[in-house]
């Protein structure tokens, strides 16, 4: 096993940062989530560490030692990529004992440990089919098989669950979370699917632009995002948020549309200008007799509960959780929305930034 640090990593292709002043500390046995949007530089990072991009800036570290200069075959890392990438003309055996081959382990040694491998991910009675006879889902396991028969000091894995359809995706989620503990090797898996992070990650680095915006486990994240950014990136549906104004005639408080908007900690607004972007998770978010005016336009049942999306005036939407046992309004009812004063997040409308 093996810690990774990135220490003001910077990566440029021509005049576009892929990953700008990275500093990054991933644990010994850690399980750790790169997430982010399309092009945000997760995929580029993770190449920095097999080795396949070399930073412009900056230091990586594998168990302590600088590998900038070592080459990816002598990193002992093992890399699994959205594709499959197995041999076609090679029987499951042959496929998750070849990288044993380079190293110099003879047949019987790699024939024994591809047998091992296979048996940890349910694979024991494929080892003599071919890829083109498995499923999906098996090949992805066959890939996965693959990289632990090296028993490599750190795993990286790149959106390897994107081509699975939904419930296949959530049972390889499962079964890699429960491999990654049994073996207690350091993971480094990146997606942009924020629901795959949020139930895989030990902690979730989340990028964009090349940027680290926030590190932290997934109910700190969620809980108390970094920034605007963040809160409207992680939870499904996520943190719902809307440009309010602080009113100073004697105590501060909050208007959002017109509608005030109390808040647990008025003391929180001190120090702020006149303007304040307000957050709240769906679940914060209520409907009421009076409030934040709105219309709801969507009500979509998941069965034990419905999202109601609702528009507001300025053009921006918002979504209250329902219990599905509670009534509910119809698309183009007016509503109104409450928030809860204990859970509301405030940002600094110039930087974006979370307001303590």
């Known amino acids: 096993m093996a810690g990774i640090r990135f220490a003001s990593v910077t990566k440029r292709f021509g005049d576009v940062i892929a990953v700008d002043d990275l500093d990054l500390d991933i644990g010994d046995g850690e399980l750790l989530v790169l997430l982010g949007p399309s092009g945000c530089g997760k995929s580029t990072a993770l190449r920095l560490i097999a080795g396949l991009e070399t930073p412009d800036e900056g230091l990586v570290l594998i168990g302590g030692d600088v590998v900038n200069d070592v080459a990816a075959k002598d990193r002992d890392v093992a890399m699994v990529f959205q594709s499959y990438a197995l041999y076609p003309h090679m029987t499951v055996r042959r496929n998750i004992g070849f990288p044993l081959k380079p190293l110099g382990v003879d047949r019987h040694e790699r024939d024994r440990r591809a047998e091992e491998a296979a048996a940890q991910l349910g694979l024991g009675d494929l080892l003599d089919r071919k890829p083109g006879q498995l499923s999906g889902g098996q090949q992805q396991r066959v890939a996965l098989a693959r990289a632990i028969v090296r028993d490599p000091r750190a795993f990286l894995m790149d959106e390897p669950l994107s081509n699975l359809d939904a419930k296949l995706r959530a049972d390889t989620r499962a079964e890699l979370v429960e491999l990654q503990r049994r073996l207690r090797t350091t993971l480094v898996f990146v ?18 632009d090349g940027a680290l915006q926030q590190v932290g486990t997934p109910d700190e994240i969620y809980e108390r995002p970094a920034n605007v950014f963040v809160a409207r990136f992680i939870g499904s549906p996520p943190m719902n948020t809307w440009a309010a104004r602080i009113d100073r005639d004697g105590e ?28 709240a998770r769906p679940e914060d978010t209520s409907l009421a007799p009076a409030g934040i005016p709105a219309t709801a336009a969507v009500v979509e049942s998941l069965g034990h509960e419905r999202l109601v999306t609702c528009d507001l005036g300025d053009g921006e939407r918002s979504v209250v959780r329902v219990d599905a046992h509670l009534p509910y309004p119809q698309p183009g009812e007016a509503v109104h929305l409450a928030l809860d ?3 509301i997040a405030l940002f600094d409308p110039a930087t974006g930034g979370r307001v303590p």
Do not use: K, Y
């Not at 997606?191 to 964009?208: K, N, P, S």
């Not at 501060?252 to 001190?270: M, N, S």
């Open 341 to 343: 004063p204990a859970s």
């Open 252 to 279: 501060a408080t909050l208007t959002v549309d017109g509608a005030a908007v109390p808040i647990a900690e008025p003391g929180r607004l001190a120090g702020l200008g006149d303007q304040v972007v307000v957050g």
């Open 191 to 208: 997606t942009h699917d924020q629901v795959e992070a949020m139930t895989m990650a030990d902690r979730i680095a989340i990028m964009v």
